[in-house]
């Protein structure tokens, strides 16, 4: 068990750990896919944005916005749709009703008032302010990929967050859901990580691509974090 009091400064994944983006991504895609005749099952939609999603941003760099533009195309050309420009900005259009997850915003009010409360995520910065509305949290730094210039789990994105916050790296927790995007590359520059496993009690990696890492804790959600920080600090004042 990490003893959290080492820790001044959290940095978290955004989508798939504070924003259920499984469910928003869900509930684009597939009106758009039944309007084609086109049925598939919630993890053949997953693994094939997760896909798309991934090879596109391994390429030069492009907007987050275009990186969903690009996944609906993507989804046209494998399953032999027109994307008309209506079509394209499905993703898009629907950003702003990814919503939280139900435990995500009283977590965040727990673990704030011990830790700085830090985002590092593959967004474009007005994407994520439609985001921050949801979280109802004030955090000190937001880093994303549009300012960085790359996606993660590029080492780059992580380096630019140690740059921003300032802090030793012995000082840093990273929370995420993404073994691919988050854990391992944190891991990799010698950070503490938490893997918040929102699929714990599902089939499949979903909407990331499978990767192997070893995080240093595993937990179901982000309550189950901040239930973990609270009891640290009980026994440590006893």
């Known amino acids: ?3 959290f009091s080492q820790f001044s400064a959290l940095t978290f994944d955004c989508y798939g750990t504070l ?3 499984e469910s928003g991504i869900q509930s684009a895609l597939r009106p ?8 598939l099952s919630d993890n053949q939609i997953l693994e094939a944005y997760g896909a798309l999603e991934a090879e596109l941003e391994q390429g030069d760099f492009r907007s987050y916005r275009s990186i969903l533009q690009g996944v609906v195309e993507g989804f046209g050309k494998r399953y032999s749709f027109e994307v008309t420009s209506e079509i394209r900005d499905t993703l898009v259009t629907t950003f702003d009703n990814w919503i939280p997850f139900p435990d995500t915003v009283e977590a965040l009010e727990r673990l704030g008032k011990r830790f700085s409360l830090n985002v590092l995520s593959n967004v474009d ?5 439609l985001s921050a509305k949801h979280l109802k949290v004030s955090f000190t730094h937001v880093i994303t990929a549009q300012q960085v210039g790359s996606y993660k ?8 967050d140690l740059e921003t916050l300032r802090l030793p790296k012995e000082r840093i927790l990273h929370v995420a859901q993404s073994l691919y995007h988050d854990i391992a590359p944190a891991r990799q520059l010698g950070l503490a990580t938490v893997w918040v496993n929102r699929r714990h009690d599902r089939e499949g990696a979903g909407a990331t691509p499978v990767a192997s890492a070893v995080p240093d804790i595993v937990v179901p959600d982000l309550k ?4 973990l920080v609270d009891q640290q600090e009980i026994k440590q004042r006893e």
């Open 153 to 160: 789990p590029n080492p780059r994105n992580f380096e630019v």
């Open 32 to 39: 758009l896919l039944t309007a084609q005749g086109i049925s």
């Open 224 to 227: 189950s974090l901040a239930d």
């Open 1 to 3: 068990m990490l003893d």
């Open 125 to 129: 910065n007005d994407l994520f302010a």
């Open 19 to 21: 924003i259920d983006w």
